[in-house]
């Protein structure tokens, strides 16, 4: 990649030179005044926007708006780190399609793609090694900082959006070029996964006490960490192949001793003054943050416009839609109906109103995907650009939704499926009532604790699985939140021919897939530059 513009001039240029197009390299100031990045780090000031850049690199494309990019040969629109970070977690798995003709859309749907370059896979990790760039050199620096400077607790926010970027990698690709600003190479290796969970995980218990509880909204403090490694435990098995459930119960327990609470209105959760409004934002423990006018960027902006058609935007601040994202049926038939007709189905009379879809003209299933939004799929409105009092946000093309990384919603399912699957430390009365208190904020009817083991049809299909009532749960609270891909991994059904949904495999009604594509291809733009890295297995 060519890295341009950093906030604060970074200038560092061999940091950054482990990323693809080594020979291409080329960082320039944003001041033209500024031409080294021990004058960049200047005043307590430039530490505090330095820091803000690293936090940034998740919604924003650029330094100089919606249309720029900190990295060359990456549109600033399509590669917006959450962009890419929702395509690949969404649109290979049974909650959405996407109608668009681009070139990297139809793989995507259908879990065929190959080391060719496919645009938001390129995007998702050349932008987290971007992250990882910055806070190398951000670490070089930190120690010099005026004594008006928290650096621990600077450096620990640094370390833990470097953690998150890393984690990411080893969600999406397994075994990322592993660098920090102690090992640094022009052919970064290779950690496995496993080593490089241990060392994600080693990063965030090292920097926890350095933060706050809870932090400022927007930035990370001790329940961030304990919600990230809540979510790396509830996964580890498939990470690391041993299962850490008793120690994402620990952590969960941190995160809901931290005085965070639901929120009264799941929908407001997703409204452009989720950040604002107190009774949102309660919830959230790590947001991406966004805003029409200040930072504006097709990251939260794509999630709401891609789910839209052209004449639907009134209805939900923004100018018009793009008609790109919409459910499957799987999705909408996780939710419950007053009848089992589907005829009479419609987004108004779901019954569990944490189901937000607009399905006026529009078949409950695809049956193809290119290019039928308007007549195939239930368009999901969850995220919005209209506030809490239906007021539009402040611009109709970049809305003020801030995304919700990490919420409590989360944590109650991760200790309700830790406690199932055999964790210690937390017990079935408790998860019980975690899970009824996110059915009964949606409408739904309460469970029992033999609900919580019970093996249960998953996403409205005669597959029955074990657990299958938290994981239709956590779709039901958290989908478009992005874990769709890891939890269907978790539970062994992303490639399996056992589970399916429209295009899985490349055909209309769906067929298994090789276990490879649990991970995405190394992109062959750091391969060809770094003899030192491997291509992952089947690929």
Sequence with gaps: MKLKYITTSLLAAGLFSFTSCVNDLDVFPLDPNVVTSNVAYDSAESYTMALNKIYSVWALSGQ??????????????????LRCWFTLQTTPTDETKNAWPDAWVSSMNSITWTTAQVEPIEGAYQRAMYIVALVNDFMKNIGNAPTEINQAQYAAEARFCRALAYYSLMDLFGRP????????????????????????????????????????????????????????????????????????????????????????????????????????????IFPIMADGETAQSYGIGAIILGTRGSNQGAESGISGGWAGFRGTGNLVRVFEFPSSDESTWTADNITDKRGIFYSEGKSVDITTSNLTFDTQGWSVFKFTNLDSNGNPGKNATFPDTDFPFFRLGEIYLNY????????????????????????????????GSSWLTANANVGGTSTSVQYGNLLNERQREMYF???????????????????????????????????????????????SVNASLTQNEGY
């Design 64 to 81: 100089n708006g919606a249309g720029d990019s900190d990295i060359a040969g990456l549109d600033p629109g399509n590669t917006v780190l």
């Design 177 to 284: 070029p592993f660098i920090t600003e102690s090992n640094y190479s022009l052919t970064p290796t290779q950690l496995s996964r496993a080593e490089l969970f241990n060392w994600i995980e080693s990063e965030l218990i090292a920097i926890y006490d350095a933060l706050p509880v809870k932090a400022d909204y927007g930035r990370a403090g001790k329940a961030a960490v304990d919600a990230l490694l809540s979510r790396m435990y509830l996964n580890a098995e498939v990470y690391t192949g041993t299962e850490r459930y008793t120690d994402c119960i620990i952590r969960c327990n941190n995160v809901i001793n931290a005085g965070y609470s639901l929120a009264d209105n799941y929908a407001e959760l997703f409204m452009a003054d989720n950040g604002e409004n107190a009774a949102a934002n309660k919830e959230i």
């Design 416 to 447: 309700a499926e830790a406690v199932a699957r055999g964790g210690q430390g937390g017990n079935l009365e408790t998860a019980v009532g975690y899970i009824n208190a996110l059915r009964l904020r949606g409408g739904a009817s309460t469970i």
């Design 481 to 527: 939140e992005c874990t769709r891909r890891t939890d269907l991994i978790r539970y062994g059904l992303f490639t399996s021919n056992n589970y399916l949904w429209v295009e899985k495999g490349g055909t209309p009604t769906g067929v298994g897939v090789d276990n490879h594509y649990n991970l995405y291809p190394i992109p062959t733009t750091d391969l």
